[in-house]
């Protein structure tokens, strides 16, 4: 842990409390938008911690409004389909959601707001020009891939205040005791991968 930093650094209760009514927890509910739901989370997290660097928390109350997770899905299926050429009904990695970003931004919750998937399971409703102006204002700046090590972990969270990660999912997570994941049977990686997830860590506790 970096000199300095409590061991319980950025706790997940105590982050929640100071951001207030400006953060949320996100639902994908039976969508398979994860990645659209955790990186709108990021979004959000990275709008407030510029203002509260400021010393502004009325202009973060004022100017922040939640991101659309279904807009930021909807542009990593667009990447998707056109790395793949053909129509993507499941998006692959946290690049095509990094990627449909940088290239189209992302515009607030109220201007697009989740909707179900069509028919067919594939695509959201299409792109509005009030949506895509507004998702203009709200664009991707530097980021950092993070190597799967706990101390690195620790230094991103003190510099960057949140992590967008993807993981393969196991039987601990069906299951969790007390809201805790529990581990893998095989410490090697192999027990029962049931598919992967994306999601946002904001700190830790031990």
Known sequence: IPRGVPRNFLRLDQKWTDFGSLLRVRDQE?????????????????????????????????????ASAAMLHAMALEIESIEFGQPASEIYSLRSGLKGFYNAGVCSEATWAARPLQANGA??????????????SVTLGAYYRVRSFINDFHAALVEAGALFVSAELHGGWRMPEAGVIGSCPDKHGSGDPSGGHAFVIVGYDR
């Open 123 to 136: 695509t959201f409703d299409s792109i509005s020009v009030d949506a895509t102006k507004e998702a203009r």
């Open 30 to 66: 039976s969508q398979q938008s994860c990645i659209g739901e955790s990186l709108a989370t990021i979004v959000d997290i990275q709008r407030i911690e510029s203002y509260r660097h400021l010393g502004d928390q009325k202009g973060a109350e004022a100017q922040v409004k939640p």
